[in-house]
């Protein structure tokens, strides 16, 4: 078995990438669809326990509406809520996206920060969701780690970590850093389509010669 250093991260998430793109990965959506880093973390924080199609439809009904920090600031919570019901757990990310509008407006004049830091202040902004809008909103090397991530890479054996929190240190030890931004994107993209929690596609993986399927449960015979 070959492992990671033998063909490369850039070949490695770029073998991931592909095979996810021919397979129509549902994060692959996205593009185009963020235009400011107001959206990033509005649709971030939507995304949380739910699928990118919900989330995309929840964050066009909320933006058609409300696509600044003022004017979502003025809605009320169950205006929100009605907006974004499609998204899980939409009562609570209603109360959240309210008053992180509302010290949007009132202690940044209206701007996303953009520190890590300042980040995880915001209601409802956890070290995922800031991670996310610095790598894709703010073009700044870091890794995002969510479910997907944490699962793949302790799969491959890249890391063995039993939280996100160690997964993204563990793998900011073996990844390039100019290639943090995009591991988190291929990951979730190669989870949703090859490398899913349940059944995984193993016979169409194209890096299973690097995989040391931890965890994946040997088919029946």
């Known amino acids: 078995m070959k492992n990671s250093s033998s063909i490369g991260w850039e070949k490695l998430l770029d073998l991931m990438e592909g095979e996810a793109k021919k397979k129509s990965a549902p ?3 996205l593009k185009g669809f963020l235009n400011d880093p107001f959206q990033h973390l509005v649709f971030t924080i939507l995304s949380a326990r739910t699928r990118d199609e919900q989330t995309v439809k929840a964050a066009r ?14 809605l009320s919570e169950e205006e929100i809520a009605a907006l974004i019901e499609s998204a899980g757990f939409y009562r609570n990310k209603a109360k959240n996206l309210k008053a992180m509008a509302e010290i949007l407006v009132k202690e940044y004049s209206s701007m996303v920060p953009d520190t890590f830091e300042e980040l995880v202040k915001l209601p409802g902004v956890g070290r995922k969701t800031a991670n996310v809008v610095l790598a894709y909103a703010f073009n700044k090397n870091t890794i995002a780690v969510d479910t997907h991530v944490h699962r793949i890479a302790n ?6 970590t039993e939280r996100p929190e ?5 793998l900011k030890k073996v990844v390039p850093p100019e290639l943090w931004r995009r591991v988190n994107r291929t990951f979730v993209a190669f989870g949703q389509t090859v490398c899913k929690p349940i059944k995984p596609l193993c016979e169409e993986c194209p890096i299973e010669d690097v995989c040391t399927k931890i965890g994946v449960a040997k088919p029946d015979r």
């Open 27 to 29: 994060v692959f959506i």
């Open 61 to 74: 009904n909320l933006f058609k509406v409300a696509n600044t920090p003022e004017k979502l600031a003025k």
């Open 155 to 160: 799969r491959l054996g890249f890391v063995r």
């Open 166 to 170: 160690e997964t993204e240190v563990e």
